[in-house]
């Protein structure tokens, strides 16, 4: 293996998606071949200087780049395609890309646009260190709702309807036609999912579903879809819920894996001058 120079090192970059679509770039000017990447010159990627840490201190960076090509398109970004992807970097020798040395490693983090141009914040792999660790005693349930903890099967009659987009507002707020037989509010607090059109599998959390005559549903969005459906795609509305433990019991029949503390006393409780005399 040959000793790395300053005036033969690249840049290599190998960026892995969720679904297994992996792609390299170089700011060499000619395409590089190693680890059964390729690496191309040619699409705009660029990164700026890598702040690593020593210990646990965390490692970032920013990749930026151009929307030249299909390599990188603006409609897999707004459609969240890119989102923690496993990233790469390596410094390469381009005379002999056997010599090399792998100095970043981790996962896109927030991406945002300009125009043509995208930047993408880069999370090393200690980032996770930030998360919080164990379990927090609260009266409302810690568990997402159809995950292992809580158990609800999501797919029982009455619990997710389908229907097709009728009007759309930007993506945020929309009218679905074929969705009837739910009460009033029954999808807030859950999750619509797009299953047709360019914006397939993008999903928004419900702030507002109203029922309006004729099977129709209006829903709002806390957020608008990065892609904006179109009318006639199909889309899923998934139930809410709040959390409590009378939702729990009442809306879902699942209290039995009700991972909240009901029967805490309220912090007005814990401050009040009977419960600090023990009364």
Known sequence: MSILTSTTIARAWAVQRRDGTVLGFTDHDQ?????????????????????????????????????????????DLMAGRWDAAEVRLW??????VASRRL????????????????RAELRGLSEPLNNPQGRVY???????LGDGKCGMDLTRPGYFAEGTVAQDDEGLRL???????????????????????????LSG??????????????VELWAALGLRPQIGDRVRLVAGCDKSGATCRLKFDNFLNFRGFPHLPSEDWLLSPQARQGG
């Open 31 to 75: 395409p590089l071949q190693f680890d059964g990447i390729g690496f191309r010159p040619d699409t705009g990627l660029s990164a700026s200087a890598v702040v690593q840490g020593l210990g646990l201190s965390i490692d970032n960076t920013e990749a930026m780049g151009v929307l030249t090509d299909d390599a990188i398109t603006e409609r």
């Open 91 to 96: 410094d390469v020798d381009w005379t002999d």
């Open 103 to 118: 100095i970043f490693r981790g996962h896109l983090g927030e991406v945002s646009r300009n125009g043509g141009a995208f």
């Open 138 to 144: 609260h009266p409302r349930c810690s568990a997402d």
């Open 175 to 201: 009218v679905l036609d074929g969705i009837a037989g739910h009460e009033a509010r029954w999808f807030e607090r859950g999750r619509l999912l797009v299953l047709s059109g360019p914006a397939e599998g």
């Open 205 to 218: 959390l419900v702030k507002v579903d109203r029922a309006l005559p004729g099977n129709q549903r209006a």
